[in-house]
Structures are given as structure tokens and as C-alpha cells.
């Protein structure tokens, strides 16, 4: 058994080129152990592979990739609340999780400070969107029970009727609910940050 022998120490090799390494020209990163050529090579491919991942972004794409989320969020979000008459803090968490996948995987799987402020106000102006609809069908069923022939349309006629409608009821609950969704659109597609050595 030649590993269970205390006298030959196993010699440590580098992760990359296996070259065996003395104590002294050892570098750690993580749990492998690399020589000092090997660690600056792979660190250098490293922080190349991370630059990159934040360039050449193809931001019309990413815009229909958050769109898409924004959409699919904010129909599943009035969807929910006309037929519970309850809105849920968990769907507020669906439209942010849908618009943040929906920009990073349409983009590629790039990240970048560009994408998350993308990301933010297209998930804030999805929330914007649900709300209204939400409250639409709300003010339209009023006037039709009333015998009124007055309907609020979809779309606004105008910025004056959007908010409006919007602010109605627009309540703390719903700040908690924007603030979530502007979180999760902000950290998914966050760049990837290299402690700084
Ligand atoms: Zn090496």
C-alpha cells in the first residue's frame, strides 16, 4: 500500500498542468491548488470572461425578453386579482422574476448595469400596466351595475387617464409589491463581481 506509507508525503500538482508543487510555490483558490503561471493564466481568463459578459449586449433583444415577461407577469397578475379580488404579493414576485429571466436569457445570458435599469423599468411599468387593467375591470363592472355607459378603455386615451385609474386605490400594499418586482429585476441580471486580490 503505497499511499498509506507516513515517510512519502503526496506531492501536491498544480489543478492545471499537474506540475508538483513545493509549499512555497502553491496559490489556493477555492479548493484546488494551482501553480503561480497556471493561477494568473486562469485568472486572467476569468476576469476576460467576465468583461466580456457584460459587452456587445444586444439590448433590443433583451427589451423583448422583458417585454415578454412584463406581458405574461402582468396578464397572470390581473388574471389572479379579477378572479380573487385579491392582490397577491406573490405575483408582484412572478412579474420580477419573469421580466429579470426574461432580459438575461434574451440577452444571452449577459449581464450589465444597462440590463438591470432595462429590467426595472420595464417591471415597474408591467406592475403600472397590471394595476391598471386590474382597476379597469374593476370601475367597469361599478358602471355597468350603475346602467352607466361610461367605460374605461384599454388603452388609456391619454398619460392624465392612466394615472388616474391608477391611482384610484394605489395603496402601501402596492409600493411593497412595486418594490419587490424592482428588486427581482434588478438583482437577476446583475453582473457577476470578482473579489478584487
Ligand atoms: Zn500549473
Redesign the pocket.
Known amino acids: 500500500m503505497a499511499d498509506a506509507n507516513p515517510a512519502t508525503p503526496v506531492a501536491t500538482r ?6 508538483a508543487l513545493s509549499e512555497s510555490e502553491r496559490v489556493s483558490a477555492g479548493d484546488r491548488v ?2 503561480r ?3 494568473d493564466i486562469l485568472k486572467l481568463q476569468l476576469r476576460t470572461g467576465v468583461a466580456a459578459m457584460s459587452q456587445d449586449i444586444n439590448y433590443p433583444m433583451a427589451m423583448v425578453g422583458a417585454l415578454l415577461g412584463g406581458i405574461v407577469g402582468a396578464l397572470a397578475w390581473w388574471g389572479v386579482t379579477v378572479l380573487t379580488k385579491i392582490g397577491f404579493g406573490l405575483v408582484a414576485v412572478v412579474i420580477g422574476v419573469l421580466v429579470g429571466h426574461g432580459t438575461l436569457r434574451f440577452a444571452g445570458g449577459k449581464r450589465s448595469v444597462g440590463l438591470q435599469i432595462l429590467a426595472v423599468a420595464v417591471g415597474a411599468l408591467s406592475f403600472l400596466g397590471a394595476v391598471y387593467l386590474v382597476n379597469m375591470t374593476f370601475i367597469n363592472d361599478a358602471l355597468a351595475q350603475r346602467g352607466d355607459a361610461l367605460r374605461v378603455s384599454f388603452p388609456p386615451t391619454g398619460l392624465m387617464m392612466f394615472y388616474a385609474v391608477i391611482a384610484a386605490n394605489f395603496g402601501i400594499m402596492k409600493l411593497v409589491f412595486l418594490g419587490i418586482i424592482v428588486y427581482e429585476a434588478w438583482f437577476i441580471p446583475r453582473p457577476i463581481k470578482l473579489p478584487s486580490a
Open positions: 498544480c489543478g492545471r498542468c499537474q506540475a494551482f501553480c503561471t497556471c493561477y
